[in-house]
């Protein structure tokens, strides 16, 4: 049996990590299962979301990169283990999609996603310089929908989901 002070000690430890995960973010960042926009019962796809200069902040851990962060609670631990998610970026000023991870000119732009109890997180990454405005979506794809689809290939994509802009 732990002594009470092991639990006081590992309810702070998580208490500061929930902390950490949702201190930067705003309720406009959060992606919730019911703003998302759910193509079936296994594939979740976000809206488009714009990140500009003022949404980009600098890294804790990385100072050399900016990161734009959300929580989506269909990327699960199951999805991360099993599944796929992938990400695309559109540029505010073309209708140009282009597939996550991207290089454009000098900058690239980059996403990871993982998932903590079942808390998922998205986050965007840029390095610095010159930061690249534009919109951002994410699909999440449990293993039983990740059927032989070119996940690269925003218009495939769209077609498959029948995702309508």
Not at 67 to 76: C, L, M, P, R
Request: glycine fraction near 6%; charged fraction near 15%.
């Amino acid at each position: 049996m732990m002594p009470a002070r092991a639990y006081s000690f590992l309810a702070g430890v998580v208490l500061i990590g929930l902390l950490g995960v949702t201190a930067c973010q705003t309720p406009t960042d959060v992606v919730r299962p019911s703003q998302a926009v759910g193509v079936n019962q296994t594939v979740s796809v976000s809206d488009w979301i714009a990140i500009n200069a003022n949404t980009w902040s600098v890294s804790p851990k990385a100072p050399q990169m900016h990161i734009a962060g959300f929580v989506d609670s269909a990327v699960t631990n199951a999805v991360v283990e099993n599944g796929l998610v992938v990400a695309f970026y559109r540029h505010s000023a073309s209708d140009h999609i282009f597939p996550l991870p991207v290089t454009l000119g000098n900058q690239s732009i980059s996403f990871t996603y993982y998932a903590m109890n079942d808390k998922g997180i998205i986050s965007f990454q840029q390095k610095p310089g010159q930061i690249i405005d534009g919109e951002y979506r994410w699909i999440v794809v449990p293993k039983e929908a990740a059927k032989h689809v070119d996940w690269t290939n925003y218009e495939v994509v769209r077609q498959e989901l029948a995702l309508e802009e």
